[in-house]
T-cell receptor, first 116, second 113 residues
Framework: DVKVTQSSRYLVKRTGEKVFLECVQDMDHENMFWYRQDPGLGLRLIYFSYDVKMKEKGDIPEGYSVSREKKERFSLILESASTNQTSMYLC????WGTGRGGETQYFGPGTRLLVL | GNSVTQMEGPVTLSEEAFLTINCTYTATGYPSLFWYVQYPGEGLQLLLKATKADDKGSNKGFEATYRKETTSFHLEKGSVQVSDSAVYFCALKGSGNTGKLIFGQGTTLQVKP
């Protein structure tokens, strides 16, 4: 059974703290993604990675960075957490496939982050 | 750029009612289209997909047809159950190999017994 796991389900941090969210997939997927989910806004892409050590900015990268040192692991870093980063964070992975489209993204259960 | 628009929710139905959740898209080229579902407290999971015009995706009694002429991918189910209560997201993947998805804002479905 395919699996994407995230390091925490719930997290409470203080403004200014450095926050690490980790994601691990066991499907040998090349692509990995970080989204945030907010009511009424759907999912917005923060960063993605299509290979080890490769990363590209998504739609809302400001205030975030990422790290992908190993194929199975993709970390999201909040350098200095702020209250407007309170959100649900979802990690996903997918294969390169044939490039013709249709590759499924598999999601983790999400981390609900509260920044006080 | 690419975008997805879903009907606003919440949608509240009685059990065994017919469900339609509208989804329209804007994209260049020939995108792939998806419906994902998020049950309470969980991440998203793929419900169905279609990769070319006139394809019909189906799963668990849900269906959606890729209509290029109306740029739509509406989700339908003939008879909903309480267990279908969830948030439904329409998404598209444009041309290219990056695998990036563009999501709609999500539609909450509540089914009452």
């Amino acid at each position: 059974d395919v699996k994407v796991t995230q390091s925490s389900r719930y997290l409470v941090k203080r403004t200014g703290e450095k926050v690490f969210l980790e994601c691990v997939q066991d499907m040998d997927h090349e692509n990995m993604f970080w989204y945030r989910q907010d009511p009424g806004l759907g999912l917005r892409l923060i960063y993605f990675s299509y290979d080890v050590k490769m990363k590209e900015k998504g739609d809302i990268p400001e205030g975030y960075s990422v790290s992908r040192e190993k194929k199975e692991r993709f970390s999201l870093i909040l350098e200095s957490a702020s209250t407007n980063q309170t959100s649900m964070y979802l990690c996903a992975s997918s294969s390169w496939g044939t490039g013709r489209g249709g590759e499924t993204q598999y999601f983790g259960p999400g981390t609900r982050l509260l920044v006080l | 750029g690419n975008s997805v628009t879903q009907m606003e929710g919440p949608v509240t139905l009685s059990e065994e009612a017919f469900l339609t959740i509208n989804c329209t898209y804007t994209a260049t080229g020939y995108p792939s289209l998806f419906w994902y579902v998020q049950y309470p407290g969980e991440g998203l999971q793929l419900l169905l997909k279609a990769t070319k015009a006139d394809d019909k995706g189906s799963n668990k009694g849900f269906e959606a047809t890729y209509r290029k002429e109306t740029t739509s991918f509406h989700l339908e189910k003939g008879s909903v159950q309480v267990s279908d209560s969830a948030v439904y997201f329409c998404a598209l993947k444009g041309s290219g190999n990056t695998g990036k998805l563009i999501f709609g804002q999500g539609t909450t479905l509540q089914v009452k017994p």
